[in-house]
T-cell receptor
Framework: GAVVSQHPSWVICKSGTSVKIECRSL??????MFWYRQFPKQSLMLMAT?????????EQGVEKDKFLINHASLTLSTLTVTSAHPEDSSFYIC?????????????????????FGPGTRLTVT | GEDVEQSLFLSVREGDSSVINCTYT??????LYWYKQEPGAGLQLLTY?????DMKQDQRLTVLLNKKDKHLSLRIADTQTGDSAIYFC??????????FGTGTRLTIIP
């Protein structure tokens, strides 16, 4: 249980274009999803927290107009990098936190845990 | 503010025990975690410990927490080549966001 997928796994785009990354919880419903970015040989930095049906909360220094987050359902959140530039090239990782109710009675799934996707590598040329 | 630090590198001979250390500054954390990241992949939760516990063991993994010194460690017994990865410690406060350490790259020497 507790599988989170991301699509695409890697993407190359030209500078100035927009890229959408999807994060899906496959076998549970997620109240909250988190988006992180990770530069080479560095730790994960939280970009924003998104709750289903409401606006995302962005961390300090993250431009909300550049990194658009939509969390339209309990199983899907999307991150759109708008007008991408080479400095946006990074590894983007999402995580999902299960909705705390009996319907998420998957073995080994803890309601307050975060389960991570495999990441999306974005390269902007 | 939150600050979580780890040594960047650790090399261990296959079959020996690995001990990865982590220090943190905020003592109000609720849970502390250890995650494993293999090359080009996301994070896999290995284990976690509630902040009022001192130790937790799960098969080859032993987590020790010293709240007084704000020190967390992960011991991997009988280290295997498949344990090669980057290990991140992290802390959370209630049900809120995770703050990650800088990561320790574990290399296994045959």
């Amino acid at each position: 249980g507790a599988v989170v997928s991301q699509h695409p796994s890697w993407v190359i785009c030209k500078s100035g274009t927009s890229v959408k990354i999807e994060c899906r919880s496959l076998d549970f419903q997620a109240t909250t999803m988190f988006w992180y970015r990770q530069f080479p040989k560095q730790s994960l930095m939280l970009m924003a927290t998104s709750n289903e049906g409401s606006k995302a909360t962005y961390e300090q220094g993250v431009e909300k107009d550049k990194f658009l987050i939509n969390h339209a359902s309990l199983t899907l959140s999307t991150l759109t990098v708008t007008s991408a530039h080479p400095e946006d090239s990074s590894f983007y990782i999402c995580s999902a936190r299960p909705y705390p109710h009996a319907g998420n009675g998957l073995a080994g799934v803890y309601n307050y845990e975060q389960y991570f996707g495999p990441g999306t590598r974005l390269t902007v040329t | 503010g939150e600050d979580v630090e780890q040594s960047l590198f650790l090399s261990v001979r296959e079959g020996d025990s690995s001990v990865i250390n982590c220090t943190y500054t905020d003592s109000s954390s609720t849970y502390l975690y250890w995650y494993k990241q293999e090359p080009g992949a996301g994070l896999q939760l290995l284990t976690y410990i509630f902040s009022n516990m001192d130790m937790k063991q799960d098969q080859r993994l032993t987590v020790l927490l010293n709240k007084k010194d704000k020190h967390l460690s992960l011991r991997i017994a009988d280290t295997q080549t498949g344990d090669s990865a980057i290990y991140f410690c992290a802390e959370s406060f209630g049900n809120e966001k995770l703050t990650f350490g800088t990561g320790t790259r574990l290399t296994i020497i045959p």
